[in-house]
């Protein structure tokens, strides 16, 4: 997978010419937009699975209070539950986005961290070493993609969030920019997907009340 990666790298940076740090987003944003046809249905379902559960919320609770102390009878009758309400948390579409972003993720950061990129970008004096105001922007930026996620809504929560965040942060401030960018092109771009499927779905709503 390298070879397309370096391909349409080195096409955005020779041909378009594009400096290293437009070509690494340049190359994030056409993966993201290839994946597209998957990555927004997935997260369509994931808004309809969270209307699901909202909706039946109290005999969900009701199950959970009855059978807090036994928590195997608990899993089962939540997972009977569920069956019963065609309520599904994993199903073709959900799989294959995370197969298909899970191997682009993978071959992207495999080619970025062998490649020797050098350059300038916007603050960056050297996209080859971490930056401190990068890492920060890309660490809270993920934290507020975890909490626009619709299959999260339910389970988030601030710690939960801060963790995440602080993980993304120490990791970033370990890896060089080129990293850092191509990691938070990709966050931004989950995050305007999850913003307008939220957005689509709100205003559906509004229209059918």
């Not at 010419?17 to 046809?37: C, F, M, N, Q, Y």
């Not at 609770?61 to 539950?81: A, G, I």
Request: with cysteine; proline share 2%.
């Amino acid at each position: 997978m390298n070879w397309i990666f370096e391909t349409v790298f080195t096409f955005l940076q020779t041909d378009l010419t594009l400096s290293t740090g437009l070509a690494i987003i340049g190359l994030t944003v056409l993966i993201r937009l290839l994946l597209l046809p998957i990555s927004f249905p997935a997260i369509v379902q994931g808004i309809k699975q969270r209307q699901q559960l909202n909706k039946f919320k109290p005999q969900i609770d009701k199950l959970k209070q009855q059978y807090q102390s036994d928590p195997s009878l608990l899993s089962q009758k939540l997972m009977q539950f569920y069956k019963d309400n065609s309520i599904t948390f994993v199903n073709k579409t959900n799989l294959m986005n995370m197969l298909g972003q899970g191997i682009t993720g993978f071959g992207m950061f495999q080619f970025l961290n062998s490649t020797n990129l050098i350059g300038k970008f916007a603050w960056i004096s050297d996209i080859a070493k971490s930056d401190v105001l990068l890492s920060v922007a890309v660490a809270l930026l993920t934290g507020l993609s975890m909490y626009l996620m619709p299959s999260a809504a339910e389970s988030v929560n601030y710690l939960m969030l801060i963790v995440v965040s602080g993980v993304c942060l120490v990791s970033l401030l370990n890896f060089s920019s080129v990293i850092g960018l191509y990691w938070g092109t990709s966050t931004l771009v989950s995050t305007i997907q999850s913003f307008t499927a939220n957005l689509i779905h709100s205003r559906k709503i509004l229209s059918h009340g």
